[in-house]
């Protein structure tokens, strides 16, 4: 059983177009990430929703849209793709319940290029 | 200075060798740590969580230490299927956020 999925595993777009990336888990967290890993190999958080409220909200541009229509869900939206977005989108799960931060399981990735 | 920071490597190590690396962090008020595995064009995973007494699971001993601000990862007779990137992973504020080092990497040669 996959635990955190991820559609579609590879994304070529060009620019100036609109995506989204998918993600679902059913380990039963109620926290969800998105995380952008560029080409230099570093991992940076975008957004968290715990039980479908943001909780993190990164200094991402606008064109960027997450959205949690319940807690096994994540979506994300990019507008008027750029050059600059070409990049592996990781999604993320963890169990937070009021606790210290736990453990996170991630997707195996998204990886999008724009030409 | 960055709130987590590793040494990028990479770290060429025989097959069988001991190898450790550290991994500094800022934050002192930090409250959780773990080192990640993450292996070329695949997804981060958790390797094991440090612990403030220090934790070994099998070959893979890790240890905190909270006077100089860093967390370490032992590897005793490392395979080949070592090699890869390791992450160190600081929870700074006890909120919702990881904040993560760039890796170490990690080459195990026969």
Redesign the interface.
């Known amino acids: 059983d996959t635990a955190v999925s991820q559609t579609p595993k590879y994304l070529v777009t060009q620019m100036g177009n609109d995506k989204s990336i998918k993600c679902e888990q059913n380990l039963g967290h109620d926290t969800m990430y998105w995380y952008k890993q560029d080409s230099k190999k570093f991992l940076k958080i975008m957004f968290s929703y715990n039980n479908k409220e943001l909780i993190i909200n990164e200094t991402v541009p606008n064109r960027f849209s997450p959205k949690s229509p319940d807690k096994a869900h994540l979506n994300l939206h990019i507008n008027s793709l750029e050059l600059g977005d070409s990049a592996v989108y990781f999604c993320a799960s963890s169990l937070l319940a009021g606790g210290p931060v736990y453990e996170q399981y991630f997707g195996p990735g998204t990886r999008l290029t724009v030409t | 200075r960055k709130e987590v920071e590793q040494d990028p490597g990479p770290f060429n190590v025989p097959e069988g060798a001991t190898v450790a690396f550290n991994c500094t962090y800022s934050n002192s008020a930090s409250?959780?740590f773990?080192w990640y595995r993450q292996d070329c064009r695949?997804?981060?995973?958790?390797l094991m969580?440090v612990y403030s007494s220090g934790n070994e699971d099998g070959r893979f001993t890790a240890q905190l230490n909270r006077a100089s601000q860093y967390i370490s990862l032992l590897i005793r007779d490392s395979k080949l299927s070592d090699s890869a990137?390791y992450?160190c992973v600081v929870?700074p504020h006890?909120?919702?956020?990881?904040i993560?080092g760039?890796?170490t990497k990690l080459i195990i040669k026969p």
């Open positions: 409250q959780s773990f695949k997804e981060p995973k958790l969580s990137t992450l929870n006890s909120n919702y956020q990881l993560w760039a890796g």
